[in-house]
C-alpha cells in the first residue's frame, strides 16, 4: 500500500534517472531503484517521502543552506514570498506535485514545522516553477 522512501528536492534519484533517461554518462540517469517509482505508480502504492528536507543521505537540510544550494535557496524564497508560506512549504510542494500523489513523512513533532509543511502541501506549483526548483538544486533536464 505505501513504500517510504528518502526523497527530497536534492536527493530524488529515483524521479531524476527518469528525467535524464536517455543522458548516458551522466551521473543522474543512472537507475538507482529498478523502477521503483513506475513499479509504485502502476501498483497504485504510494510513495511516502521521508527526511524531505535533508541534502543526501543525512548531510543536513538544504533549506538556509546558501553555501551548497545558494540558487534552489532564493527560488524557494522567490516562490515562499509568491504563495505566502515558507520555503519549507514548497519544498513540501514540490513533492506533493509530483504526479505520483507522493505523501511527506515529517519526522518531527514541532507544531511549527507540521504548520509550515501543511501550508505548502496543497500547492498548485506549475510545471515550470517545480522544474525550475529541480534545476535549482542541481539537476539537469535534457
Given at each position: 500500500?505505501?513504500?517510504?522512501?528518502?526523497?527530497?528536492?536534492t536527493h530524488c534519484p529515483m524521479i531524476a534517472s527518469g528525467i535524464a533517461a536517455d543522458m548516458a554518462g551522466l551521473d543522474q540517469s543512472l537507475d538507482r531503484d529498478n523502477g521503483l517509482l513506475d513499479y509504485a505508480r502502476l501498483r497504485r502504492t504510494t510513495v511516502q517521502a521521508w527526511s524531505p528536507f535533508q541534502k543526501g543521505f543525512f548531510d543536513g537540510v538544504f533549506i538556509g543552506d546558501r553555501d551548497n544550494y545558494r540558487e534552489l535557496n532564493a527560488v524557494l524564497d522567490e516562490w515562499a514570498a509568491k504563495y505566502e508560506v515558507t520555503p519549507t512549504?514548497?519544498?513540501?510542494?514540490?513533492?506533493?506535485?509530483?504526479p505520483?500523489?507522493?505523501?511527506?513523512?515529517?519526522?518531527?513533532?514541532?507544531?511549527?514545522?507540521?504548520?509550515?509543511?501543511?501550508a505548502g502541501s496543497e500547492l498548485p506549483l506549475t510545471r515550470e516553477e517545480w522544474y525550475r526548483l529541480f534545476r535549482a538544486a542541481g539537476h539537469t533536464l535534457p
Open positions: 500500500m505505501a513504500n517510504q522512501v528518502q526523497l527530497s528536492i512549504g514548497i519544498a513540501v510542494a514540490w513533492i506533493t506535485r509530483h505520483a500523489n507522493m505523501q511527506v513523512v515529517l519526522g518531527t513533532t514541532n507544531p511549527g514545522r507540521v504548520a509550515e509543511s501543511a
